[in-house]
């Protein structure tokens, strides 16, 4: 009985001696890297958008190919409003709920429209994690109720604005402009 | 007791056929890779207006330009399929990137040798690459390394690939529309 006891003391007091295990380390950061890839995408229509839009010349903001097709002016508005649209739709903000396409024509006021709806998509982005970009869905009803996640309504933006930019790619080149995708990289 | 657990289950069994009847159509089943199943919805849909793109051109167009400075419809089209390939070759599974179609940037460009069918053929070939690529991508996976290289993660490379692939039909859309031809995006659906 006295052995049992000492027994029992002695694991007792090995057991309290053992220093405290060393703290868990604090968890990684959570990954960027499918907003990152997604973000290269954006950056770069944004890019070549905005300096479509500085390249065109005012007189040419009128411009459409055919009657059936939007001007270039009009074009510019279309991207401006569906950036507010479909970042707002990601990020749950609203834009100025007005329509730059239907409602401006000058180039510096569609430039403008232009630059402020891309501040708007980078703010949503910048709000973006990978917590939550397929977590949370988002319906955008303008567009045929289309279920999509908050990565996937970013995705679309910038597809969408590819799709317009190559619209303003065939205008410019039949206005002799080289557009900034094929133009040589600045030095 | 046991007449209040008769209760409850009946209780239990009436709501339920009461909801039942209520609610005929069962919710869509949540996916289990949200968002690359739906960069692939987004890609599928592009891929059809291409591919209906590429039928509808008239004959007599096929190599049409609006001016001298862009691609023609064929080397479009050839060009589309460099850009599915060169993203896609990898993740699908080859082990050497397709030859070029829209080689040299010229009117000589293969696309303009080679018949409207062989084109279409390696066009077609193209989206079923990429489609293949597509199924080796989920949303565990969409994270790591592009094995395409250059584009960042498995998923960035693929909805670049689309984007890209999305700035060529606004090409087309416009070719289409100097032709007073409505392209496939048009016909039945609104702004966007």
Not at chain 2, 29 to 58: C, F, H, W
Not at chain 2, 153 to 170: P, V
Request: aromatic share 8%; hydrophobic share 35%; with cysteine.
């Amino acid at each position: 009985m006295r052995k049992a006891l000492a027994l029992i003391l002695g694991v007792t007091a090995v057991a309290c001696s053992q220093p405290a295990p060393p703290p868990a380390p604090p968890p990684p950061p959570p990954s960027t890297a499918i907003v990152s890839s997604l973000k290269t995408s954006y950056e770069m229509v944004k890019g070549y958008v905005t300096q479509a839009a500085e390249q065109i010349p005012e007189a040419k903001y009128s411009y459409q190919p055919t009657k059936d097709v939007r001007t270039m002016g009009q074009l510019i508005g279309h991207i401006s409003d569906a950036n507010y649209l479909i970042c707002g739709y990601s990020s749950g903000q609203t834009g100025p709920g007005t329509s730059a396409e239907k409602s401006l024509t000058k180039k510096a006021d569609l430039q403008k429209a232009l630059a402020d709806s891309f501040a708007f998509c980078d703010q949503a982005f910048a709000a973006m994690t990978n917590d939550v970009v397929g977590g949370q869905d988002v319906t955008m009803t303008v567009i045929n109720n289309m279920k999509t996640t908050r990565a996937g309504a970013f995705a679309f933006n910038s597809a969408h604005d590819m799709e317009h930019y190559g619209n303003l790619v065939t205008y410019m080149r039949m206005n002799k402009m080289v557009p900034p995708s094929s133009a040589p990289p600045s030095k | 007791m046991k007449v209040l657990g008769v209760s409850v289950l009946a209780g239990v069994v009436f709501a339920g056929a009461m909801l039942t009847a209520q609610t005929p159509q069962q919710p869509a089943p949540v996916s289990a890779n949200p968002l690359s199943d739906q960069i692939k919805t987004y890609y599928t849909r592009v891929k059809g207006y291409l591919t209906r793109s590429i039928e509808m051109v008239p004959a007599d167009k096929w190599k049409w330009q609006p001016t001298p400075d862009v691609r023609t419809f064929a080397r479009t089209f050839g060009h589309i399929s460099d850009d599915n390939n060169g993203a896609c070759w990898q993740l699908g599974g080859l082990s050497a990137r397709p030859a070029t179609l829209d080689t040299p940037d010229s009117m000589d460009s293969k696309a303009h040798s080679m018949t409207r069918e062989e084109v279409t053929r390696i066009y077609l070939d193209s989206f079923a690459l990429c489609d293949k690529a597509f199924e080796q991508v989920n949303d565990q996976n969409a994270a790591t390394p592009s094995v395409a290289g250059g584009r960042g993660t498995r998923l960035g490379s693929l909805a670049y690939n689309w984007a890209h692939i999305n700035e060529h039909y606004g090409n087309l859309v416009t070719y289409f529309r100097l032709n007073s031809i409505v392209p496939p995006s048009s016909a039945g659906r609104g702004g966007f």
